[in-house]
T-cell receptor
Framework: GQQIMQIPQYQHVQEGEDFTTYCNSSTTLSNIQWYKQRPGGHPVFLIQLVKSGEVKKQKRLTFQFGEAKKNSSLHITATQTTDVGTYFCAGPGGDDKIIFGKGTRLHILP | SQTIHQWPATLVQPVGSPLSLECTVEGTSNPNLYWYRQAAGRGLQLLFYSVGIGQISSEVPQNLSASRPQDRQFILSSKKLLLSDSGFYLC???????????????FGNGTRLTVT
């Protein structure tokens, strides 16, 4: 069935360094969404990408959707301690299902 | 905007006991509703989803069941809990308009279930 692979599983970076997480789908996606889950919290929607090759920015966060609409990435520039958490991508799995990648847990070293 | 109410926040249950987790949604009508489970430090596993009253789709065969008795009420149940049922259970609501912008999933605060 539909799968979304997400790497890396964990990432430790020094505060101020950049961070990137990648998602790859086994099939073409009509859309992809990104969520952030703070430690102890629930996932919170960040953004949705719909168009092939789309790039969206939110302050230090840059989201990309691949030309083939099978992969996506989230890049954070100059990480801050407030960026700590787990970042998930999610895509339609058919029949109104929404499936998530396994997430990338970001840990910031002061 | 949507608000997802989930309770209880934490639950400790012995093996073999029953389970009932309730989720209610405010601020929308006829939502798609989802139950996800998250093991400690792991990803979100889709358990059940529903596109309408009485309509339940199961993703993973297990000793859990779900019901949707009302449009904005989604219930997760078990007759006999297993140790492996421990985890963080999240209810989510979506509009189902997946192909359009501004149709994110809204999550409840979740229930941390520990089966002992």
């Amino acid at each position: 069935g539909q799968q979304i692979m997400q790497i890396p599983q964990y990432q430790h970076v020094q505060e101020g360094e950049d961070f990137t997480t990648y998602c790859n789908s086994s099939t073409t996606l009509s859309n992809i969404q990104w969520y952030k889950q703070r430690p102890g919290g629930h996932p919170v929607f960040l953004i949705q990408l719909v168009k092939s090759g789309e790039v969206k920015k939110q302050k230090r966060l840059t989201f990309q959707f691949g030309e083939a609409k099978k992969n996506s990435s989230l890049h954070i520039t100059a990480t801050q301690t407030t960026d700590v958490g787990t970042y998930f991508c999610a895509g339609p799995g058919g029949d109104d299902k929404i499936i998530f990648g396994k997430g990338t847990r970001l840990h910031i070293l002061p | 905007s949507q608000t997802i109410h989930q309770w209880p926040a934490t639950l400790v249950q012995p093996v073999g006991s029953p389970l009932s987790l309730e989720c209610t949604v405010e601020g929308t009508s006829n939502p798609n509703l989802y139950w996800y489970r998250q093991a400690a430090g792991r990803g979100l596993q889709l358990l059940f989803y529903s596109v309408g009253i009485g309509q339940i789709s199961s993703e993973v065969p297990q000793n859990l069941s779900a019901s949707r008795p009302q449009d904005r009420q989604f219930i997760l149940s078990s007759k006999k809990l297993l140790l492996s049922d421990s985890g963080f259970y999240l209810c989510a609501s979506g509009t189902g308009a997946w192909s359009s912008y501004n149709s994110p999933l809204h999550f409840g605060n979740g229930t941390r279930l520990t089966v002992t």
